[in-house]
């Protein structure tokens, strides 16, 4: 068994190419989820959550060699094969020609963009908070589609297709996985 990465070297690695806190707060939401999701399925936590930790890792330096960077800079450092193939799939059709075919990269897929909707959403409540979230708030925001315009629904609904969920259960499920990091990400609200 090769190198094996852990959470520390994960995040010493995320904060060394991105100084952005939004950026930061993203890793650390999608990280969440991705836990969140490996449990539900009885997977390795681990790795699920330093592949999500790191799945942006290019994108504050290098915006226009998204996925490709993060692959370059990995595989330098000696990552297994399979972490590098989870977060290069995750830009499939927008910078990546690497489909996500494991559960846990169409985990991946199908909630990197979900979880800026959800952060968005949670920012315009009086709660600031993903705590007191429903569905239906991110299904409200989700039809509006000057609403966080940057996310791709498409995205989101490609990747929900994948796992075999509705968008309302996807949504519930990544709105789950956020709470169990909401005071990391800042959205644990104003109490």
Known sequence: MGYIPNREEALALLKEYN???SLIRHGLAVEGVMRYFA???GEDIEKWGIIGLVHDLDYQ???DEHCTKTAEILNKKGWPEDYVRAIVSH???????VPPESTMEKVLYATDELTGLITATALVRPSKSVMDMATKSVKK???NQSFAAGVSRETIEKGAGMLGM????L??????GMRQVAEEI??????
């Open 166 to 169: 509705e968008l309302d259960e």
């Open 186 to 191: 800042g959205l644990a609200g104003q109490d």
């Open 141 to 143: 925001k989700w039809k």
């Open 61 to 63: 330096q290098y915006p």
């Open 39 to 41: 449990a539900k399925h």
């Open 19 to 21: 100084t952005d806190e």
């Open 91 to 97: 830009g499939w059709g927008i910078c990546s020609e």
């Open 171 to 176: 949504f519930a499920e990544t709105i789950e």
